[in-house]
């Protein structure tokens, strides 16, 4: 009875682990991001998103497009009043026409990245408050005009779902290890 408990263990164990395996993989490729590098709002009601390396552009919650980020590491940005784009790796700040055309860049020596940083969570625009916010680790962009709250975008479900299976992955880790180590230990193999 042991042995087919231990099994189940084991069984469950390769299962997260392949599923783990498949989100790693969707991540690597860019197919699902389960982390945001902030959000701005068009003029014409389109939502950008920082994804990994890429800008994703949604209407209406459809992908229309995506616009590079100048890198692979950590950015902020958001979409200024003239509209284009104000982005910073930290070094660099590149502006950026809606459309992915960059039309200048310059090194950032004046702390643009921790200004894009400390306020990317909530911006005003065209007399409307747009709150990034999370729930259940899901997040989602609520636009706020006077009293009333209406969400304009969420994260996808695919990526959420992914979110979720790398979750579940962590935990039956956390739990498999110090199982097994117990389990051998009870065992005596090593005597």
């Known amino acids: 009875m042991k042995a087919k408990k231990a099994a189940a263990y084991f069984g469950w164990f390769l299962f997260t682990a392949f599923l783990a395996w498949f989100c790693i993989i969707s991540l690597a490729t860019g197919k699902a991001n389960i982390t945001s590098h902030g959000f701005g709002i068009d003029d014409q009601g389109k939502v950008y998103i920082g994804n990994s390396n890429d800008i994703f552009v949604y209407s209406n919650q459809s992908l229309q497009y995506k616009i590079n980020a100048m890198t692979s590491r950590g950015y902020f940005f958001r979409i200024e009043e003239d509209q284009t784009i104000h982005l910073s790796t930290s070094t660099e700040v590149y502006t950026i026409a809606l459309d992915g055309e960059v039309l200048s860049m310059r090194i950032d020596n004046d702390h643009t990245y921790e200004d894009l940083k400390s306020g990317w969570r909530k911006q005003e625009f065209n007399n409307s ?46 739990l498999f290890i110090p199982t097994i180590i117990v389990k051998v230990r009870k065992s005596k193999i090593f005597e």
């Not at 747009?130 to 997040?139: H, L, P």
């Not at 009333?148 to 994260?155: G, S």
């Open 129 to 174: 408050s747009y709150q990034y916010s999370t729930k259940w680790g899901r997040y989602e962009i609520v636009k706020t005009v006077g009293d009333e709250k209406e969400v304009i975008f969420r994260m996808p479900v695919f990526d959420y779902i992914i979110k979720l299976c790398l979750l579940v992955f962590a935990i039956s880790l956390i």
